[in-house]
């Protein structure tokens, strides 16, 4: 549907959840209208949006979510992916500029330390688990890990913090072990991994399908999810025209195989500097300082 007016290149729409009842979820629906002229300031210059996906199989996320910014009018952005890992994170942790979708940790460092603005959040808590197989009886508490491989995704992640911080306060020492795809790992029929430090959803999702096979020995506390953030000299036209989109049906859809990845509802909601203290980023402080 299009809107024949001068100023107005598409719409798209936003979407509230009233309810659902029997499976059904009913939804309102709102139209949000992007002025041309709000996207056309400083257009020779492009901004950069991260977003966390660290494998290559995934471009096509990017690669879609940047032709459909493109087709409503949004041609200031230039959607990146988090391959490059270090790049990723130092972007957060010396304040370049863009837009990011990040950890809690990593946006509660560059809200306290650079003024970054939260715009929108995934709405499900996140918490990240150390699981390990029930098949194997001689792992029954964390102490019983003390110097087995334990599986989790690249350093700095949640999951991989998990790992040293709970290590370091029970037993003397384990070996974490970083791996392309956790959930892909805990599939082998064969692992070299004892346990696997993964997100709470993804462990949960699996057990809805039936896989019960794993037990949690450790938990993390339960924060807000990831965020979409914005370095403070981006202009509030285009911060909103994003923040727009996020909480858009259209862009809650586009989204959905990204937001997959760390909720189970995909849905995303307004966020506040509240959302993220600086405490959220204890974890990295001997890293990062």
């Known amino acids: 549907m299009q809107i024949l007016l001068k100023t107005f290149t598409s719409i798209f729409?936003?979407?509230?959840?009233?309810?659902?009842a029997t499976g059904i979820c009913v939804y309102m629906l709102s139209t949000v209208a992007f002025s041309q002229s709000?996207?056309?300031?400083?257009?020779?210059?492009?901004?950069?949006?991260?977003?966390?996906?660290?494998?290559?199989?995934?471009?096509e996320v990017a690669d879609s979510l940047q032709n459909d910014l493109e087709?409503?009018?949004?041609?200031?952005?230039?959607v990146k992916t988090a391959i490059y890992w270090h790049n990723f994170?130092?972007?957060?942790?010396?304040?370049?500029?863009?837009?990011?979708?990040?950890p809690p940790?990593?946006?509660?460092?560059?809200?306290?330390?650079?003024g970054f603005l939260p715009l929108?959040?995934?709405?499900?808590?996140l918490s990240f688990v150390i699981a390990t197989n029930k098949s194997d009886k001689s792992l029954f508490e964390i102490g019983d890990l003390a110097y087995k491989p334990i599986c989790s995704s690249k350093p700095l992640n949640l999951d991989y913090l998990l790992i040293n911080n709970t290590f370091e306060k029970s037993?003397?020492?384990?070996?974490?072990?970083?791996?392309?795809?956790?959930?892909?790992?805990?599939?082998k029929a064969k692992s070299a991994c004892a346990a696997f430090s993964i997100s709470n959803h993804l462990l949960e999702r699996e057990a809805r399908k039936g896989t019960t096979?794993?037990?949690?020995?450790?938990q993390s506390l339960r924060t807000k999810n990831y965020v979409l953030v914005a370095h403070p000299k981006i202009s509030k036209q285009l911060s909103k025209g994003i923040k727009d989109y996020f909480l858009s049906n259209r862009g809650e859809h586009q989204l959905m195989p990204l937001s997959l990845l760390f909720s189970n509802s995909g849905e995303w909601v307004k966020a506040t500097t509240k959302d993220y203290p600086l405490e959220h980023a204890d974890g990295l402080q001997k890293y990062w300082q």
């Not at 929108?120 to 808590?125: G, I, M, Q, S, V």
Request: net charge positive.
């Open 13 to 20: 729409y936003h979407s509230r959840l009233l309810g659902c």
């Open 38 to 59: 709000t996207f056309d300031t400083h257009a020779d210059k492009r901004i950069q949006l991260f977003l966390p996906i660290q494998h290559t199989s995934q471009q």
């Open 71 to 78: 087709h409503i009018g949004i041609n200031q952005i230039e």
């Open 89 to 102: 994170q130092q972007g957060l942790r010396q304040g370049h500029l863009g837009f990011y979708v990040a």
């Open 105 to 114: 940790h990593f946006a509660a460092w560059a809200i306290a330390n650079h």
């Open 120 to 125: 929108a959040r995934l709405a499900e808590p």
């Open 171 to 187: 037993v003397s020492s384990a070996i974490p072990t970083t791996v392309d795809s956790v959930p892909k790992e805990m599939k």
């Open 213 to 218: 096979k794993y037990i949690r020995l450790a």
